[in-house]
Nanobody
Framework: QLVESGGGLVQPGGSLTLSCVTS????????IGWFRQAPGKDREGLSCISVQGNTRYTNSVKRRFTVSRDNAKNTAYLQLNSLRAEDTAIYYC???????????????????WGQGTQVTVSS
């Protein structure tokens, strides 16, 4: 099970930290990916972090979002900075064994998904 939290309403330029608390599987054996889905759009891969802590980002968020993990807490995080209106979406975390290449920024390889947390960027 994965449970996201930390979403909310934030003004443009603001920041949020999303958390993904996991249970029911061996967190330290899984990479965590972060995705978002805006109304009427496909689910978009944002970032992933490997078991070893290596990270990947999609270009649109590379200098604004930061992914991290705390294996002791079975929790992953996504720090969102310099938020824009177009970042408004439901944000999801997901788990799969690997975070190596572009394929791991697509939804296809992910075994487990959270229910999502809404992020709304508006003045």
């Amino acid at each position: 099970q994965l449970v996201e939290s930390g979403g909310g309403l934030v003004q443009p330029g603001g920041s949020l930290t999303l958390s993904c608390v996991t249970s029911g599987f061996s967190f330290e054996d899984y990479a965590i990916g972060w995705f978002r889905q805006a109304p009427g759009k496909d689910r978009e891969g944002l970032s992933c972090i490997s078991v070893q802590g290596n990270t990947r980002y999609t270009n649109s968020v590379k200098r604004r979002f930061t992914v991290s993990r705390d294996n002791a807490k079975n929790t992953a995080y996504l720090q969102l900075n310099s938020l824009r209106a177009e970042d408004t979406a439901i944000y999801y975390c997901a788990a799969e064994p690997y975070c190596f290449g572009d394929y791991d920024l697509t939804p296809a390889p992910y075994d487990y998904w959270g229910q999502g947390t809404q992020v709304t960027v508006s003045s």
